[in-house]
């Protein structure tokens, strides 16, 4: 446990060391909150990690990441913060019910990049895991 809370915490600091240096997003204002605050939400991702493969530089590649709320109470995202500028992250702000499905969204920019890239996310919610890093990797070629 202490590890892991270690591990959190550098986390943490890390990020917010990359984003004050590169721009980091977090998308939209609106709040909302969970209408069922008896249970805990589980943010389950099919996968944390997309890989794009090679990429022309200058293109903007996008996926979608795909998670489930696997607890028994109402799931709110309340952040999604990128490692850098050149990628954002958009969501859904709207509860997830539990054995529901939600998105998020990322747009990786090449302009400007070259070689192996790869890119971090952390969403922020009232989950019982309240902080998920997602990844993206590109290898990104001079056009």
């Not at 980091?24 to 249970?39: A, F, I, K, L, Q």
């Not at 500028?85 to 747009?107: A, F, H, L, M, N």
């Amino acid at each position: 446990m202490k590890n892991s809370i270690y591990i959190l915490t550098a986390a943490l600091a890390v990020m917010a060391v990359m984003t004050s240096s590169c721009g980091g997003n977090s998308s939209g204002t609106e709040r909302y909150m969970p209408s069922d605050t008896t249970g805990t939400a589980v943010m389950t991702f099919q996968s944390p990690e997309h890989n794009f493969g090679k990429v022309g530089s200058g293109e903007k590649v996008g996926c979608i990441f795909t998670f489930r709320n696997t607890g028994d109470a109402d799931l709110v995202i309340t952040s999604a913060t990128a490692s850098c500028g050149c990628t954002v992250p958009k969501y859904d702000r709207k509860p997830v019910p539990p054995e529901g499905t939600g998105t998020v969204e990322v747009i990786f920019d090449t302009s400007g990049r070259e070689g192996l890239q790869t890119k971090t996310i952390v969403i922020q919610s009232n989950a019982e895991n309240n902080l998920v890093i997602l990844r993206i990797i590109a290898e990104v070629e001079k056009n």
